[in-house]
């Protein structure tokens, strides 16, 4: 089983590659021959139909973490006596199948900060500026160089600024685009000790922080491990409030008009730097009246966390798909807001 939800049907062809080169031969191939391919990794961020995906499902597992560059100043300059340099920053290339919590694990292990806040997501590195994922405050967005892709149409692997890669919430030009294939991502991470600014409020609370204060790395990645795993979010084989894509829908944003025309001024929101509003999804779910443990046929609502849908062991992607219309339809009858699906769907659609 290869998706984080062990729901869908069967591959055609499946092909495993170890080696960048061998995932580039495999969508060249089938560019070139015309032929339906599906990449896979972590299989964290995908629902697959019941009838499964006809074509080739390239499966990748490429492995490797390299720092490429390290910044340093004179260390009279950051205020120490002994002369020589100390060092700021590292930039890190990472391949796209290394698992990204190991990923994250090994930043923290080094000093690197920048990323921490985003330890226990589960899936590959290489989906993470797809997604631009983000939890607690931190987005892959706020840390990428560049995105080194394959790029189907120009036959070539590119390196792509931040700017070419279009970032957003939960979206990038990388989103629903078969062009590119994500080959290797790089990071610049600060060489600290300490968390990068603690931004989201109940990691400052959970910590004993001031939004806007640091903690030790190892504090801030084990306490962030800790909340997330008293929401379902890391995966666990034997807890079946796991077995999900974690966020089922994204949390909606809408235009400074659009929020004033709602009259949801008690709703809890996040002002935006644009001036648009953002609105958990989780609590307009549950006020929609769709509690924790809100079932369907073999899939329920997670009993920990409002946003993710799970497979309770004998669903399917019909029915996960069915409960997903029902909470949709009923926040926006509710509320006339619309529900959008953060996972990408194979063969199957909400």
């Known amino acids: 089983m290869y998706t ?10 499946l092909t495993v590659a170890a080696e960048t080169d061998e995932a580039v031969a495999t969508v060249r191939n089938a560019h070139a021959k015309g032929s339906p391919l599906f990449i896979l990794a972590g299989g964290s961020n995908v629902v697959v139909g019941d009838a499964g995906f006809a074509g080739e499902v390239l499966l990748l597992r490429t492995r490797g973490i390299e720092v490429i560059e390290s910044s340093a100043r004179s260390r009279a300059a950051a205020g120490w006596s002994d002369g020589g340099t100390r060092a700021e920053s590292v ?3 990472v391949a796209a199948g290394e698992l990204w919590d190991d990923f994250v694990e090994y930043a923290v292990t080094n000093g690197w900060s920048g990323i921490e806040c985003l330890s226990g997501i589960p899936g590959s590195t290489g989906a993470t500026p797809i997604q631009n994922v983000g939890a607690y405050g931190q987005e892959v967005a706020h840390t990428i160089v560049a995105v ?3 790029d189907r149409q120009h036959d070539s692997i590119r390196a792509m600024s931040p700017a070419e890669c279009a970032f957003a919430y939960r979206s990038s030009v990388f989103k629903h685009n078969e062009r590119f294939l994500v080959t290797h991502v790089d990071f610049r991470l600060a060489v600290s000790g300490d968390s990068a600014p603690i931004r989201y409020a109940e990691l400052a609370r959970s910590l004993g922080a001031e939004a806007g204060d640091r903690a030790p790395l190892r504090q801030a990645r084990d306490t962030v491990l ?3 795993a008293g929401k379902g979010m890391v995966l666990d084989p034997d807890d079946k409030d796991t077995w999900s894509v974690g966020s089922f829908f994204t949390n ?4 400074a008009s659009r929020w004033s025309e709602l009259g949801l001024s008690q709703t809890p929101h996040w002002p935006g730097e644009d001036g648009s509003v953002k609105i958990p999804a989780a609590w307009l779910i549950e006020h929609a009246g769709f509690p924790k443990g809100f079932a369907g046929d073999g899939v329920s609502i997670s009993a920990k966390h409002t946003l993710a849908l799970t497979n309770r062991g004998a669903g399917t992607t019909s029915a996960l798909l069915d409960l997903a219309r029902v909470i949709r339809d009923g926040v926006r009858d509710r509320f006339g807001i619309e529900l959008h699906p953060e996972p990408v769907l194979i063969n199957c659609a909400l």
């Open 148 to 150: 080194h892709a394959y």
């Open 252 to 255: 909606p944003v809408v235009s």
């Open 226 to 228: 800790k909340l997330r």
């Open 91 to 93: 930039v890190v290339r």
């Open 4 to 13: 984080t939800l062990r729901l869908g049907g069967p591959a055609g062809t």
